[in-house]
């Protein structure tokens, strides 16, 4: 359990003991699969990323996506923050590589159409007449933006092997994600649910003790207009640079 130690030392300190025990919560067998840190992505050192750039002090929200990006240069250990993706704007509107990850791609769309930046016509065309020179200008200044709003940026499954075993990983995470949640049920911590995979983390036990916000997964292009969205993210100016 060296390997498991020289992990914790990894993240903010404020999770670590909570994390230790999340950890040691999954079937053994799966856990003895993360410690030899092979066939999966992102690697041992970097599936807990979400844990290491915000303090359980100031998280008031953990984002649940599915599972990580099925593309090592992607999959960088935060939900939803495609690790290809530097520049998020181009001179023609959204950048090549947000246009790819379609997630992320609606999901800016979305900030954009509920801070008035967009009307009807969410066309590159039409983002590319945007004054930006107000906003963030990478993935990395977006992320940021997440944790000033104390967003944790956490999957349901946080590696990825291969998309025909990707129900088999979300299961398995289930038991950190179920001590993950008991530990943190007295804390003012309120769930942002994307999608299938992450509704059913509301079966869990401790689940029902939060606040919940139930959502698309952004992939769905109806996302961009939900005004259930709009009202959560909308104040939290995530685009500002």
């Not at 950190?176 to 509301?202: M, P, S, W």
Request: proline letters at 2%; hydrophobic letters at 40%; a positive charge.
């Amino acid at each position: 359990m060296r390997e498991l130690s020289n992990i914790l030392l990894r993240v903010e300190k404020s999770w670590r003991d909570i994390l230790k025990e999340a950890l040691l919560s999954l079937d053994r067998e799966y856990l003895d699969f993360l410690l030899k840190n092979e066939g999966y992505f992102p690697d041992i050192y970097n599936f807990l990323n979400a844990f290491k750039t915000i303090s359980l002090e100031d998280t008031k929200y953990i984002l649940f996506g599915q599972d990580p990006y099925p593309r090592k240069e992607s999959a960088i250990g935060y939900a939803f923050i495609d690790g290809r993706v530097k520049e998020i704007f181009s001179k023609n509107g959204l950048s090549k590589e947000v246009n790819r990850a379609t997630s992320l791609r609606n999901f800016i769309k979305m900030l954009l159409f509920c801070s008035n930046y967009l009307k009807e016509d969410l066309s590159q065309s039409a983002i590319a007449k945007i004054d930006k020179s107000s906003l963030v200008k990478t993935v990395s200044e977006l992320r940021k933006n997440f944790e000033k709003n104390g967003v944790l940026l956490l999957n349901s499954a946080l590696i990825f092997t291969k998309k025909e075993e990707s129900k088999h990983h979300i299961k398995a995470w289930k038991l950190f994600v179920q001590t993950l949640l008991c530990y943190l049920k007295d804390k003012n911590i309120e769930l942002i649910l994307f999608g299938g995979a992450a509704k059913d983390i509301l079966k869990l036990n401790c689940a029902k003790e939060f606040k919940s916000y139930n959502f698309l997964h952004p992939y769905n292009i109806d996302f961009i207009k939900d005004r259930e969205v709009h009202r959560l993210f909308g104040s939290m100016n995530l685009l500002q640079g």
